[in-house]
């Protein structure tokens, strides 16, 4: 059974920083790209960031380069977002997902807020 599990998220003040982990069960870790979408209320889910098995190359959406930085931890089959400098437009709800050619899986999600 395939389990993609965040944590990390919560509400914090813009200009904060958070870290979302992302623990993964059920696959060889290694064999899957890995990345972090998130969907804010109203708006289609985005991919926020994405990194390949060996952590070798490292992709961001514009909205969050220079602010956010993907990393993973094959030892521990757990892929992270370190979010700094938030801002009030990072409110989303933020998922974990892997995939190796079509085989894909997702994570629950995780809530950020980003206020005041």
């Known amino acids: 059974q395939v389990q993609l599990v965040e944590s990390g998220g919560g509400l914090v003040q813009p200009g904060g920083s958070l870290r979302l982990s992302c623990a993964v069960s059920?696959?060889?870790?290694?064999?899957?790209?890995t990345s972090w979408y998130r969907q804010a209320p109203g708006k289609e889910r985005e991919s926020v960031a994405s990194i390949s098995r060996f952590g070798g190359n490292t992709n961001y959406a514009d909205s969050v380069k220079g602010r956010f930085t993907i990393s993973r931890d094959n030892g521990k089959n757990t892929v992270y977002l370190q979010m700094n400098s938030l801002k009030p437009e990072d409110t989303a709800v933020y998922y974990c997902?892997?995939?190796?050619?079509?085989?894909?899986?997702w994570g629950q999600g995780t809530q950020v807020t980003v206020s005041s």
């Open positions: 997902y892997v995939r190796r050619n079509s085989e894909i899986y």
């Open positions: 059920g696959i060889t870790f290694t064999i899957y790209t």
